[in-house]
């Protein structure tokens, strides 16, 4: 019996560290961008277009919908008119708002500055989650809870799956497989003696 228990413990260490080796450096960067991609950009995306006009010259102007969406106080308090929410800081977040939403994911997915985007996107995510429950006051029964036995709430359990990727991306940076890798590489090239590009 010992013999099998110690050729089991040395069967699964060796397929583990293997594993592990043969995955380290790229894969659990490319896997946590491609889950954002997969399941996120989507949603981000369909959420951005929300928040500005129509076609290309449509994409530079600001929506009214963005100012319901994001300071719903301040438009209350300017009596329902957008066009008297102050600039600052209203306006500010309201625009910083929007493009962040169609440029971080993209950042993320491209692995390029893919760190600071996702810790952006993470504060997105938390801001997006404190406006639902403070100015948009969505139920409990939205929120869910976190530690029970349901796996379904749209805040609780689901953004805190949203943030699994980026917190991966934030902490361990986007993998080989991504624009920053090559950027550090070409960095370093020279440095190193080799090429420099042109």
Do not use: C, N
Request: neutral net charge; aromatic residues 12%; charged residues 15%.
């Amino acid at each position: 019996m010992t013999r099998l228990s110690t050729f089991i413990v040395a069967l699964h260490h060796r397929f583990f560290t293997t594993l592990e080796r043969l995955l380290e450096g790229w894969f659990m960067g490319l896997l946590s961008r491609f889950v954002f991609a997969a399941v996120l950009w989507g949603y981000f995306l369909s959420s951005a277009g929300t928040k500005v006009g129509e076609g290309l010259s449509g994409f530079f102007q600001i929506s009214p919908g963005a100012y319901y969406q994001i300071a719903l106080p301040a438009v209350e308090a300017a009596g329902g008119d957008v066009e008297a929410v102050a600039f600052l800081p209203w306006g500010l977040i309201v625009t910083l708002g929007t493009y962040a939403e169609f440029i971080l994911p993209v950042l993320i997915i491209a692995g390029l500055f893919a760190r600071v985007a996702s810790l952006g996107m993470l504060i997105f995510i938390g801001v997006q989650t404190l406006v639902d429950v403070t100015v948009h006051m969505v139920g409990p029964e939205t929120v869910g809870a976190l530690f029970d036995r349901f796996p379904d709430g749209l805040v609780a359990d689901q953004r805190l799956l949203w943030a699994v990727p980026l917190v991966y991306v934030a902490v361990k940076g986007p993998g080989m497989i991504s624009l920053d890798h090559l950027l550090a590489r070409s960095r370093l090239a020279p440095l190193r003696g080799g090429p420099v590009a042109a």
